[in-house]
Nanobody
């Protein structure tokens, strides 16, 4: 398994941007599909975006499509989530996750999780 550490969260006004990073340890990062999930207060954790091990394919929740971009740098063992045109409803704790399976939206398929980073969007 890999260990994951997220960073880049913070407070931003609606319409603003943030870039989250997720740094991984371990020598096999390049063999994992990666994803971002989020959990808002009082709500269940939900899928945000995923990327295949090569970075060749990406997947997004409808709520973030066109505003968020997931990417990865296997040499740096890091996955990113660029978030633009942020809305108050994007406020949540954002988690990155890794799976040896294909990039999927189902969180039970992910065996490694970071501790999360808080994103707060003010109106």
């Amino acid at each position: 398994q890999v260990q994951l550490v997220e960073s880049g969260g913070g407070l931003v006004q609606a319409g603003g941007s943030l870039r989250l990073s997720c740094a991984a340890s371990g020598r096999t990062f390049g063999t994992y599909a990666m994803a971002w999930f989020r959990q808002a207060p009082g709500k269940e954790r939900e899928f945000v975006a995923a990327i295949t091990w090569s970075g060749g394919s990406t997947f997004y929740a409808d709520s973030v499509k066109g505003r968020f971009t997931i990417s990865r740098d296997n040499a740096k063992k890091t996955v990113y989530l660029q978030m633009n045109s942020l809305k108050p409803e994007d406020t949540a704790v954002y988690y990155c996750a890794a799976t040896k399976s294909v990039a999927v939206t189902t969180q039970t398929q992910y065996g490694s999780w970071g501790q999360g980073t808080q994103v707060t969007v003010s109106s």
